[in-house]
């Protein structure tokens, strides 16, 4: 399948700056790279991720890649009859394009002081 580099969606985040999903990256990286059932919870999620872009709870610092931030928030995400509350990380590389984004049970990031750019409790 030929993909070309449409973009998907762009939003605003709370500084200003746009931010863009990329088609190839979305079905290549996002959902592609994945096992069938956690494709399948990334891709239910994708109107929380952009949400989770404009109103993020934390932006904060990518420990592990220089340039990167991370957009957290809390998520619900169907399961069986009922649903469950996973944390979920939308990663956006330094050219304002999103990267990932990641369902978790848990949040476990340590930031060194200065490494939180955003939180919307403090705003």
Same mark, same amino acid.
């Given at each position: 399948?030929?993909?070309?580099?449409?973009?998907?969606?762009?939003?605003?985040?709370?500084?200003?700056?746009?931010?863009?999903?990329?088609?190839?990256?979305?079905?290549?990286?996002?959902?592609?790279?994945?096992?069938?059932?956690?494709?399948?919870?990334?891709?239910?999620?994708?109107?929380?991720?952009?949400?989770?872009? =404009? @109103?993020?709870?934390?932006? +904060?610092? !990518?420990? #592990?890649?220089?340039?990167?931030?991370?957009? /957290?928030?809390?998520?619900?995400?169907?399961?069986?009859?009922?649903?469950? =509350? @996973?944390?979920?990380?939308? +990663?956006? !590389?330094? #050219?304002?394009?999103?990267?990932?984004?990641? /369902?978790?049970?848990?949040?476990?990031?340590?930031?060194?002081?200065?490494?939180?750019?955003?939180?919307?409790?403090?705003?």
């Amino acid at each position: 399948m030929q993909l070309d580099d449409n973009i998907r969606w762009t939003v605003t985040d709370p500084s200003g700056k746009t931010i863009i999903l990329y088609e190839t990256q979305f079905i290549r990286h996002i959902i592609g790279d994945h096992e069938e059932k956690d494709a399948f919870n990334r891709a239910i999620v994708e109107r929380q991720a952009k949400n989770s872009i =404009i @109103k993020p709870r934390f932006i +904060v610092k !990518d420990q #592990n890649y220089e340039g990167r931030r991370k957009y /957290l928030d809390l998520v619900d995400v169907p399961e069986g009859d009922g649903i469950k =509350i @996973k944390s979920l990380t939308v +990663v956006v !590389d330094d #050219n304002d394009r999103v990267v990932t984004w990641i /369902l978790k049970r848990t949040i476990t990031d340590f930031l060194p002081k200065g490494d939180m750019f955003y939180d919307s409790q403090m705003v």
